[in-house]
Structure formats: structure tokens, C-alpha cells
């Protein structure tokens, strides 16, 4: 139970952050998710009252300024606080033309940049907000926030040549080392998870590559191919709960090996 009593907040309904809701549910968490896709709201908060969770949820467009206040605000109604937040809502954009960046036109360049810096930014932007104004706990902590980057952002491959996603995720990196250094004296901690290849909706593509499959197994050789969610949520658990209360500004890297291991290009 290492976030009993807390309100942590999940920006996404799917993926690694249905993985983490479920996760800070079982260890003790009220959860309020906020997700673009309303059935996956209802959907994962149905799940987690179901099992005895705490919850709540609200449909936002997370790249909207008044949308993602009024999706704040409902949590603060549900809960009263906000004591973690677990940003993990953004998109590919090979929709909009990502690649390597001599193909990118920028309305595509720009779009990729907007799915995946503006949900961050508003919701950490929020969150701080209303965790300035927190008692602090034994700890010290008024708060914790851990981000969603990408080993893309200082590992790249050719094999996965999305150069507007990479700057996007490198922006989050600076912008938690940041953020960590300027509200370390309010108690709150900032902290970023990286992962490598996880097995998400956004991944099915490579999921569905054999030969993405083939790097993914030689590139991340700790998971034997892709990582699970639940790796990820397993990270995002230890920032959020005070088994991490001194520490902040910090970016893990939980890629199965990915930065570390050389893999040929199939």
C-alpha cells in the first residue's frame, strides 16, 4: 500500500497508463483518469472501481487549455487534492508525417510536437498548482510528477527514424530537470521514465513487424522483444510513492537494455 491515501492523476486511458492506474489502485491509490477517448475512460474507471479502487474520470482533450482545467477541476471536486501525477497522454505522429527529418513538412512537424509536449505541459502545469498549496507529508513531499519520455530521445535508431517525436520527448527531459530544480523547495519532485519498445496500441505497428520484432528482441535483450506496461508502471510506482522522497530531476530508463545493447538493422 506505498500510495495510500494519495491522488494520483493518469493522463491516458490505455496502454502504460491503464498499467500504472491499475497498479497505484492496488497499492492503495484514488485514481482519476483523464483520457481524449471517453469509452476508454469509463471503461478502465469501471474496472478500477469494480476491484475496489477509488475513482474518478473525466473526458479531455489534453492539447485544449479549457478542457484540461475543467478536467482538473472535476478531480479536485472528486478528491479535494492532488498528490501524484502519472503524464502519459501524447501520440505518434507518423500520421502527420513524422520521419527522418529531411521528409517532415512542418504542419507535421509542429502537430508532433503539440501531441506530445501540450498534455505534459498543462497537466504537470495543474498539478503543480494545486500542490503548492498541500500539506506537506512525513516525507516532505507535497507532491511527485513523473513524466512519459522516450528512448528515442537519447538513443535513436534508424530503424525507428521519428525525428519530431524524439524532439518532443527531449523537450519533457528538459523541461522535468527544469521544473525539478524550480519546485524542489515547494516539496514537490519531478521525475522522468523513459521506455524503450513497450508493447502499447501505439507500438502495434512494430508489433506487427517481423523485422521490428527481430531488432526489438536483440535490441532489448532483458525482455527478449518488447517490454510490457506493467515495466513501465512498476518505475512510475517507485517515483510517485516516498520510497523515492529525495529524489527529483532524475530520468530512468527502464528500455530492457536498449541504450546499452548494439542490435543490426534487419
Known sequence: MRLSDRVVVVTGASGIAAAGARRFGAEGASVFVLAIDEDQC???????????????????????????RAAFAACLDRFGRIDGLFAVAGRSGRQFGDGPLDSIPVEGWSRTIEANTVPPFLAARESVRVM??????????????????????????????????????????????????????DGIRVNM?????????????????????????????????????????????????????RITGQILEVDGGWGVTEAAIP
Open 193 to 245: 521514465v523513459s521506455p524503450g519498445l513497450v508493447r502499447t496500441p501505439m507500438s502495434e505497428r512494430a508489433a506487427q513487424d517481423p523485422g521490428s520484432l527481430a531488432y526489438a528482441t536483440t535490441k532489448q535483450p532483458l525482455a527478449g522483444g518488447l517490454l510490457d506496461p506493467e515495466d513501465i508502471a512498476s518505475a512510475a510506482l517507485f517515483l510517485l510513492s516516498d520510497e523515492a522522497s
Open 42 to 68: 469509463r471503461g478502465l474507471a469501471g474496472e478500477l472501481g469494480e476491484s475496489g479502487v477509488a475513482v474518478g474520470w473525466s473526458r479531455a482533450d489534453l492539447t485544449d487549455e479549457p478542457e484540461t
Open 132 to 185: 503548492r498549496s498541500n500539506p506537506r507529508v512525513a516525507s516532505g513531499s507535497r507532491g511527485s510528477i513523473v513524466l512519459i519520455g522516450s528512448v528515442l530521445a537519447r538513443h535513436p535508431s534508424r530503424i525507428f527514424a521519428t525525428h519530431a517525436y524524439a524532439a518532443a520527448k527531449g523537450a519533457i527531459a528538459s523541461m522535468t530537470m527544469a521544473m525539478a530544480s524550480y519546485y524542489a523547495a
